[in-house]
DNA sequence: GCAAGGTC
């Protein structure tokens, strides 16, 4: 029998279907498989890594076991989808030949060696092969099986040293703050290459903010007029307050037209959404997590194309016409028109061979999703629509007008031609009005004001932006990008949308610049990247980059005080445990233990204010606070169901007023 | 109970 090994049960039964026809399908173990009629051939699908690297169980006790242990460790390869490997087993010893036909990427390659290795433990005699393929089209997949590879044992090797420096590096760096800082079970701290960087972005963020003094600036705008009323800006920013006001008692009561030029501005149609483009958009109204979820199941359930690429450009084996075509009878059919009318894809900067940018493959109907389903669906197809339109048109005026010497200027911009505006509605075309000047004409200045401003600091990253920086500088994949920063919410490192780091975040980062700062940096991922490159070349070996890497953690671990980490992450927890002022005695209010939780005064036992606390589900301090009482917003979230946010000084003031009434 | 990477 001839074995076909793909990196997921969808992928499985597609190729299936191009190179037998009609396909057979049994479940072996609970997994499916897809024989030819003959069942000469069958192809299985994997669930991507179905081992996982770890340390063995001996390792397991974080208190008791010495971190330098964990350096020479020999890690163990766990068996996590134990049902696709019995199928493996079963399936390999009726097969005289196999093909690893994963994703044609470093990580398949490795996915696909596991699998081997399980294989060529129930066959030894198997052969086996290796089948590339970029896209899952009849002739890119026939093409692909009758010119199979070898397998490259030196790319999955390059991936497996990766996995072994995450986790040497992951599992010392966060046993060491968690230990030194008593912070264990489910409160542990985590480090990890890719976390800690992103984490380092968002801090040093909140820092600068911190650190932000707004200077002010003053402006001068007026109005003119010409038979029509429009306004204008000054050009200057003015730093000193005398200076504005000199230039403000120039302006007299006539102006001249400097120059004046009216033109037609196109605005180019957006590029194809690639998954980086598609969260950030969907981020608009969703999280991103969230808003990946759902495009999987809306994958799955055939409504869209696979929603994790890097693409942004539409590969020419896409049938568009036939896809937009399907759109004429829908909703969008106004929307379908105007593709159509044009037809001419735009490009991102980006285009990988792996999988099209994301796009509908199906028209779904309202009635058929969810409402958070639809908005997805709908964000795909009107950007899909989008890129195929023509760009919108703007007519723009431009004027610089002379008011006794004190330059202003006035731009107006109406949208003529909408094009692709009139399909993607998520951005709003603000337009302004300037009436039509001509050069050398007399204005009326019909009013003038100075208004005082200040620098504004710089915003805090959202989850869309520090996606979009996270790839910017190579931190983590497209498919990793969004769990990463749920773990960084769950582990306590930030909270809200924008992100805002907790005190604990500040001591975690402070703490590792101090002992070893490069898994702060992104640069640790680029050097890995080299590292990983001259494996698959077969310049490196695998021992010589995990040893490196054991040794400056040997060093980190003989230089670190762990007396001293302890206490800076120390502080930093109790911080985060602060939610306000106590309105007796005007020290901190924080988050206490007892024999159950409640809120107490840090000055404690000289004031005994106390705010009571529910004592079921797990307690979060919010970023937002209290309108009345300046105090943190707390939320509850319940083992079942939804989770509740409340003020602890206002739901206690209620809750006593309810009481006194009871009483009375 | 640790990482990051696949996939669900």
Same mark, same amino acid.
């Given at each position: 029998?001839?074995?076909?090994?793909?990196?997921?049960?969808?992928?499985?039964?597609?190729?299936?279907?191009?190179?037998?026809?009609?396909?057979?399908? $049994?479940?072996?173990?609970? %997994?499916?498989?897809?024989?030819?009629?003959?069942?000469?051939?069958?192809?299985?699908? &994997?669930?991507?890594?179905?081992?996982?690297?770890?340390?063995?169980?001996?390792?397991?006790?974080?208190?008791?076991?010495?971190?330098?242990?964990?350096?020479?460790?020999?890690?163990?390869?766990?068996?996590?989808?134990?049902?696709?490997?019995?199928? =493996?087993?079963?399936?390999?010893?009726?097969?005289?030949?196999?093909?690893?036909?994963?994703?044609?990427?470093?990580?398949?390659?490795?996915?696909?060696?596991?699998?081997?290795?399980?294989?060529?433990?129930?066959?030894?005699?198997?052969?086996?092969?290796?089948?590339?393929?970029? !896209?899952?089209?009849?002739?890119?997949?026939?093409?692909?099986?009758?010119?199979?590879?070898?397998?490259?044992?030196?790319?999955?090797?390059?991936?497996?040293?990766?996995?072994?420096?995450?986790? /040497?590096?992951?599992? =010392?760096?966060?046993?060491?703050?968690?230990?030194?800082?008593?912070?264990?079970?489910?409160?542990?701290?985590?480090?990890?290459?890719?976390?800690?960087?992103?984490?380092?972005?968002?801090?040093?963020?909140?820092?600068?903010?911190?650190?932000?003094?707004?200077?002010?600036?003053?402006?001068?705008?007026?109005?003119?007029?010409?038979?029509?009323?429009?306004?204008?800006?000054?050009?200057?920013?003015?730093?000193?307050?005398?200076?504005?006001?000199?230039?403000?008692?120039?302006?007299?009561?006539?102006?001249?037209?400097?120059?004046?030029?009216?033109?037609?501005?196109?605005?180019?149609?957006?590029?194809?959404?690639?998954?980086?483009?598609?969260?950030?958009?969907?981020?608009?109204?969703?999280?991103?997590?969230?808003?990946?979820?759902?495009?999987?199941?809306?994958?799955?359930?055939?409504?869209?194309? *696979?929603?994790?690429?890097?693409?942004?450009?539409?590969?020419?084996?896409?049938?568009?016409?036939?896809?937009?075509?399907?759109?004429?009878?829908?909703?969008?059919?106004?929307?379908?028109?105007?593709?159509?009318?044009? /037809?001419?894809?735009?490009?991102?900067?980006?285009?990988?061979?792996? +999988?099209?940018?994301?796009?509908?493959?199906?028209?779904?109907?309202?009635?058929? =999703?969810?409402?958070?389903?639809?908005?997805?669906?709908?964000?795909?197809? #009107?950007?899909?629509?989008?890129?195929?339109?023509?760009?919108?048109?703007?007519? %723009?005026?431009?004027?610089?007008?002379?008011?006794?010497?004190?330059?202003?200027?006035?731009?107006?911009?109406? &949208? %003529?031609?909408?094009?692709?505006?009139?399909? *993607?509605?998520? *951005?709003?075309?603000?337009?302004?009005?300037?009436?039509?000047? +001509?050069?050398?004409?007399?204005?009326?200045?019909?009013?003038?004001?100075?208004?005082?401003?200040?620098?504004?600091?710089?915003?805090?990253?959202?989850?869309?932006?520090?996606?979009?920086? /996270?790839?910017?500088?190579? =931190?983590?994949?497209?498919?990793?990008?969004?769990?990463?920063?749920?773990?960084?919410?769950?582990?306590?490192?930030?909270?809200?949308?924008?992100?805002?780091?907790?005190?604990?975040?500040?001591?975690?980062?402070?703490?590792?610049?101090?002992?070893?700062?490069?898994?702060?940096?992104?640069?640790?991922?680029?050097?890995?990247?080299?590292?990983?490159?001259?494996?698959?070349?077969?310049?490196?070996?695998?021992?010589?980059?995990?040893?490196?890497? !054991?040794?400056?953690?040997?060093?980190?671990?003989?230089?670190?005080?762990?007396?001293?980490?302890?206490?800076?992450?120390?502080?930093?927890?109790?911080?985060? $445990?602060?939610?306000?002022?106590?309105?007796?005695?005007?020290?901190?209010?924080?988050?206490?233990?007892?024999?159950? #939780?409640?809120?107490?005064?840090?000055?404690?036992?000289?004031?005994?204010?106390? &705010?009571?606390?529910?004592?079921?589900? $797990?307690?979060?301090?919010?970023?937002?606070?209290?309108?009345? +009482?300046? /105090?943190?917003?707390?939320?509850?979230?319940?083992?079942?169901?939804?989770?509740?946010?409340?003020?602890?000084?206002? @739901?206690?003031?209620?809750?006593?007023?309810?009481?006194?009434? @009871?009483?009375?």
């Amino acid at each position: 029998m001839w074995l076909i090994v793909t990196e997921k049960d969808n992928t499985a039964r597609r190729i299936a279907g191009i190179l037998f026809g009609r396909v057979k399908v $049994r479940k072996i173990d609970g %997994v499916n498989v897809y024989f030819s009629q003959d069942e000469k051939n069958a192809v299985v699908g &994997l669930k991507g890594h179905i081992v996982e690297l770890d340390y063995p169980k001996e390792y397991n006790n974080w208190s008791k076991v010495p971190l330098k242990s964990l350096l020479k460790a020999d890690l163990v390869k766990k068996v996590k989808a134990r049902n696709i490997a019995k199928a =493996l087993s079963q399936l390999a010893q009726k097969a005289e030949r196999v093909t690893i036909a994963t994703d044609y990427d470093r990580e398949g390659e490795l996915i696909g060696v596991e699998a081997l290795e399980i294989i060529k433990k129930a066959n030894p005699s198997v052969k086996a092969d290796r089948a590339k393929y970029s !896209a899952i089209t009849p002739q890119e997949i026939k093409k692909a099986f009758s010119s199979t590879t070898k397998i490259n044992f030196n790319l999955a090797k390059a991936a497996e040293t990766r996995q072994i420096v995450d986790l /040497m590096w992951g599992a =010392l760096l966060t046993r060491l703050l968690s230990l030194s800082s008593g912070r264990l079970g489910k409160d542990f701290l985590s480090v990890g290459r890719v976390q800690s960087p992103t984490l380092r972005f968002i801090v040093e963020r909140e820092r600068e903010i911190q650190q932000f003094k707004p200077t002010p600036y003053w402006e001068i705008f007026a109005e003119f007029e010409n038979g029509e009323k429009f306004s204008a800006k000054h050009v200057k920013r003015f730093l000193k307050k005398e200076e504005a006001e000199e230039a403000f008692s120039r302006i007299g009561d006539r102006a001249v037209v400097k120059k004046y030029v009216e033109k037609d501005v196109s605005e180019r149609r957006p590029i194809p959404f690639n998954t980086t483009e598609f969260l950030r958009e969907a981020g608009k109204f969703m999280a991103p997590d969230k808003a990946m979820s759902i495009a999987e199941n809306l994958y799955m359930n055939g409504y869209i194309s *696979y929603p994790r690429t890097d693409n942004t450009v539409y590969p020419p084996s896409l049938n568009l016409k036939a896809i937009v075509s399907k759109f004429l009878n829908s909703e969008f059919k106004a929307e379908a028109e105007i593709a159509l009318s044009h /037809m001419k894809p735009s490009r991102g900067k980006k285009e990988t061979k792996d +999988h099209p940018p994301i796009h509908p493959v199906e028209v779904a109907s309202r009635k058929d =999703l969810s409402k958070d389903e639809w908005r997805i669906y709908e964000l795909v197809v #009107r950007r899909f629509l989008a890129t195929l339109a023509p760009d919108a048109v703007w007519a %723009v005026r431009q004027a610089e007008i002379d008011a006794s010497g004190e330059i202003f200027k006035a731009t107006g911009k109406q &949208l %003529v031609n909408p094009g692709w505006r009139a399909i *993607y509605v998520y *951005y709003k075309a603000e337009e302004s009005f300037l009436p039509g000047l +001509h050069e050398g004409q007399t204005l009326k200045v019909l009013s003038k004001k100075i208004e005082e401003k200040k620098t504004k600091p710089p915003g805090r990253y959202t989850m869309s932006s520090i996606i979009k920086l /996270m790839e910017k500088y190579n =931190l983590g994949t497209k498919s990793t990008r969004h769990e990463i920063l749920r773990k960084l919410y769950s582990r306590g490192y930030i909270r809200g949308n924008p992100l805002k780091p907790t005190e604990v975040a500040f001591a975690v980062i402070d703490a590792l610049k101090k002992e070893a700062e490069v898994i702060t940096l992104p640069d640790m991922t680029a050097k890995l990247e080299e590292d990983m490159d001259r494996i698959e070349e077969g310049k490196q070996d695998q021992k010589a980059v995990v040893n490196e890497s !054991a040794k400056f953690l040997e060093e980190v671990l003989e230089n670190v005080n762990e007396e001293e980490l302890g206490k800076t992450i120390r502080e930093g927890v109790r911080k985060d $445990r602060v939610v306000g002022k106590c309105p007796e005695c005007g020290n901190d209010l924080e988050i206490r233990k007892a024999r159950g #939780r409640f809120i107490g005064c840090t000055s404690y036992p000289e004031c005994r204010f106390t &705010l009571p606390l529910p004592q079921k589900g $797990r307690l979060e301090v919010t970023a937002r606070k209290c309108d009345k +009482h300046d /105090m943190s917003i707390l939320r509850i979230r319940p083992s079942k169901g939804k989770s509740w946010t409340f003020c602890p000084y206002c @739901s206690y003031i209620e809750w006593k007023g309810r009481d006194g009434q @009871s009483q009375g």
